[in-house]
């Protein structure tokens, strides 16, 4: 069984592509750092925001991106206390995942205040360029536990690719290796959500249920859920139940 191309993938490349120019020959413009918050939260699934920040060595705000008022509010918190998530993951050069802010001790005050704005789990990576850290993109996501391990190294590659464009590291031919990389990771995702919803119709389930399922299989096979997910949707012999 072959399956048309998602048009949302192929959308998401040329768009990621389209930013190398705007990039590098603008120094970050405000308006091409939105599209890649945006990109960001068509990227990883579960989050329902997104922000891009760029940092001076002090850890002052140079220039932010947000993709709604609640990103930019709950950004405002972390700036204001001077903790967070983010400002840890720009320190230390290493993401930072929060799994439920409810139940986040390391930035008391930071967690009581984004919980109460109805920010369940947060993902941080640092943009990092030849041994700098230029800033951070981060998501956020409504419920706790949102994020996976998977979701963790997608954002992880597009903050590399951020990172590369922004300081112009890369030659006029590298976009399509960029984009070659977006291409395997976005269709890897949505092989894995169309897996995950076949079994919700299949088998009656919540999506939780979905996932876990399609992981128990991907673990008896001992495959990973990318490839457990293809296993389903184009099975070799028969359908795999």
């Keep these: 069984m ?9 959308d998401l490349v040329v768009l990621f592509t389209g930013l190398h120019e705007v990039l590098v020959g603008q120094a970050a413009a405000p308006s091409a750092v939105t ?3 945006q990109l960001a939260v068509h990227l990883i699934g ?5 922000g891009v920040s760029l940092l001076e060595p002090g850890g002052a705000q140079i220039t932010a991106a947000a993709t709604d008022a609640v990103v930019e509010a709950v950004d405002g918190v972390e700036d204001e206390l001077g903790e967070g998530p983010c400002l840890s993951a720009w320190a230390s050069a290493v993401p930072e995942r929060v799994e439920d802010t409810g139940t986040e001790t390391r930035w008391p ?26 800033g951070v993109i981060k998501v956020y ?8 391990a998977t979701d963790e190294r997608s954002l992880e590659l597009l903050a590399a690719a951020l990172a590369a464009l922004l300081t112009g590291g890369q030659a006029s031919q590298d976009p399509p290796r960029v984009s070659t990389a977006l291409r395997a990771v976005l269709t890897r995702r949505q092989t ?15 999506r939780t249920q979905a996932m876990a399922r399609l992981q128990e299989a991907a673990e008896h096979e001992h ?7 293809r296993r389903l949707l184009d099975p070799p012999e ?4």
Excluded: K, N
């Excluded at 072959?2 to 048009?7: E, I, V």
């Excluded at 959500?193 to 389930?205: N, S």
């Design 2 to 10: 072959t399956r048309d191309a998602d048009p949302l993938v192929e």
């Design 35 to 37: 599209q890649i918050a």
């Design 46 to 50: 579960p989050a329902a925001g997104a």
């Design 109 to 134: 005050g930071w967690s009581t205040a984004v919980t109460g704005m109805g920010v369940g789990a947060v993902l941080a990576v640092p943009l990092v360029a030849g041994g700098q850290t230029l």
């Design 141 to 148: 996501a409504t419920t706790p536990h949102a994020f996976s």
């Design 192 to 206: 894995v959500d169309t897996a995950t919803g076949v079994l919700m119709e299949r088998h009656h389930l919540d």
């Design 223 to 229: 495959q990973s859920v990318p490839e457990a997910a």
């Design 238 to 241: 028969g359908p795999v139940r």
